[in-house]
């Protein structure tokens, strides 16, 4: 969901704490901190007020083992995309594996920090610069006058090797890491069929577009 | 020859014994299927599959010695971390119905 | 070739895995039984998140053991730290999503199951 | 920027690129009049009992000292006499470790009390522990509190400026040492394959993650003593699951099941992020007790049987995991009992209630969902006025 409160915070911390105002015990147990005034009688100190709500915050635990894990998930995703000759794995599996640490990084921090920092740009230039690549390397085949994909018509040492390495790395794997990616983002972005729900869902109708259009194609 | 080939009683091989152990694995796996059947709550479910994800983890290691299949290391720990996956979205997910994805 | 005739080495080496299957599978057995006969889900997630991984465990260092000094051993040795690294983070997961949906752990004398 | 309310502002400082016309933002503010006073505080992330924490403690005043100068000289350049506007700073929060953003949003509320202020200005960037998600949620706290937030409005990088400034230096250079090393162990490093395609993997995987898994830049000293000290923690803590396993396992096997589950909280003095995740992590792996949540320094801690209670209560985990991130001399300290940081939440000899923060209705699960639902529409309205640009997580199904 795009309009999470406070979606992805550092703390582990209240979060069926939507109650209401009048039953809102869990502000007794946060630590006391010693209120010290100087003047400010008029104002409430913060320990005095009474909490309205509490947003959802990330699990503390769960984002700090997802730290530790992405970066070895992702190499290990990078590792299978590069060694599918030999080993089960390649662009395919690669991708989805990338596509998994993302996906895994959005569960831990929240959709919208997820976003932020894998941004639609991405997403999009992940899949198009895939499509691109795997057009560019099969229609060379095409243009030398043989047929598409006709690796050995590649101007480079062991074509058909190197060909078809360069389909599965630079081709595949960015298209199927930035199709599941986008088609997630897609799927929290959720559906909102109210009236003048406008504000809260700018940021996911900007990705439905992005990942319709990633679709279409 | 490696050691899973080793003859060690009666004719059976190290494997064999290996192949046993994932048998096993898969028996134990039944009786925590049920716990993912019943439930009653859906963190209930969400951990019993990770359970069991974690047993197919095992078994998938346990056959990849026992056959001399070492490719089989590599599903297995893309299974783990799909299964790492798997639990820490769901159980997010229970939480207000994915309202706070 | 009878387990006797082989040099020492290798008999310590191939005890050494059967009593490792045999503890995976001893702990993986408790996890069951905890994963049923426990009361709640936070009780379950006890067996789920220790029992298990224990099990987890040994039945990879018994693979790892198997193969030997070769690649796919560093590949079980990786297996074995990402369950140890995951398993607890996944069963806190699951213990903290029933904790915000309200549910109350089962105490002595309470009785729903 | 609008006029604050009595013209004395602070402003939260951390390392950012957008630093500099944060402070350039506010010293235009009091140059027109509309500030009369600039505090920049740091909050500290460490505590000062830690060991070694001198450099970032230094690093921190520097940067106070710069923001300060900053300020000084936009407002010589605008001239205007500084002699009206007072600027100070602080460097705060020495004395507990700080969790989340509630926690950083109290003390700086308590520090605005002190010295009369009203207004907060944010940098946009500001995300204290190098935290990337904490800005929202740290200006939601805010907004309860009678204290002005306003956010600096600076021109952002872009993206990709950003990206970069974050991820030089030591970052880059752990992640992808790491990241190399890895991919090497998997194949092969003496295949020339290997080698260049696992340098263009590391290169991915510290452009993109480098900045996400890493809070504090690793530093030389540090780090791999860290590193040390968790290697010698590795086999204890497995000794110790291996035993604990042991006494649990012939629990569930025992026909009567004696078991006596109850939760526990328990208040640990580590620092948050790595440390209070191993410490959970830990307790979860050994047998009898859970993790079920951390809430800023509180562990809430489910407990299968009364000798793993007792053993959580006496602090033997949370004594290793202060010896790996804070080093011998920090291990020292009193158990959890004794500092009378712990407390059992169920059962007759419950010292405290369950902190279940949504109470409506008493603790019936089943009820919850519906409940939800009713409330949702009431908090929206309510959040709406308090929490500007933060929407109520209502059910959107």
Redesign the interface.
Known sequence: MSDTPGAGSDVDDAAAGSGDASDAPDVSDRPPIEPTYSGHDDRPHLSQIQRQQTPYTESQVIMSTVKVVAPFALTFGLFVTFHGADSPGGGFQGGAIAAAVVLMIAFAFGIDATREWFTNVVVVGLAVGGVLVFGGIGLVGLVDGGTFLEYARLPIPHPVKYGMEGVEILGIAPIVAGVLVGLFFLLAAGFDDRDGAGTETEIADATTDDATTEDDR | MSIADLAIAGGYTVGDVLLVGAAGFVVLALGMLYRAVVGPTMQDRVLAVNVLGTNTVVILALLGAALDEPTFLDIAIVYALLNFLMAIAVSKFTVERGGVL | MALGSLDPVTTARVVLILALLAGALFFTFVSMVGVIRLPDVYARAHTASQADTLGAGFGLAAVALTLGWQGASVKTAILLFFIFVTNPTAAHAVARAAFEDGNVPWTEGDERR | MAPVANGRVVVPIEDTATLRATVAHVAAAAADGDVSAIHFVYLASWRDDDPRIDDRRTTAQDLLADAADWARYDLEDADVSENGIEIETALIAEDVYL?????Y???L??YA????IGTVVLDPEYTP?G????L??ME?ELA???LSVREAPVDRPS?RERLVSEITGPRFAT?FG??LA??L????PTYP?DLV?GV???L??AI??SQ???DHDPTLRESPLRLVRGLIYVPSLLLE??K??VV??RV??SPS?P?????TRMRVLVG???P??TL??SI???????????????L?V?T?IPWAREGLFDGGLERWTRFVFYGREAARLPTPRERDDCAVL??PDAD?????????GG???DT??ES?ED??P??AA??AP??PG????????
């Not at chain 4, 009390?113 to 009369?116: L, M």
């Not at chain 4, 078991?259 to 939760?263: E, F, L, N």
Request: hydrophobic share 35%; glycine share 6%; aromatic share 6%.
């Open positions: 969790f989340g953003p509630r926690q949003a109290e003390r509320h308590t009390d002190e010295h009369g522990v935290n990337t998600t904490l929202q949620p939601f309860s509190t009678p993206r992640v790491g990241s890895f991919y162990v998997l194949g092969d394959f395609t263009a993997t590391a991915v995987v993109s993650l996400v898994s890493l699951i291996l604990s396993n649990v396992a569930i096997l099941l078991i006596d589950p109850t939760m948050s992020g790595l209070v995740t959970a992590n979860t792996l050994t047998p009898g007790t859970l993790t079920v949540r951390a809430r800023d320094a509180d809430y489910h299968l169920q059962g405290e209630p369950m902190p279940f923060a949504a109470t409506d603790p019936e699960l919850h969902h939800d409330r949702a009431d908090t309510e959040a308090t929490a933060h929407h109520e997580d209502g059910d959107r199904r």
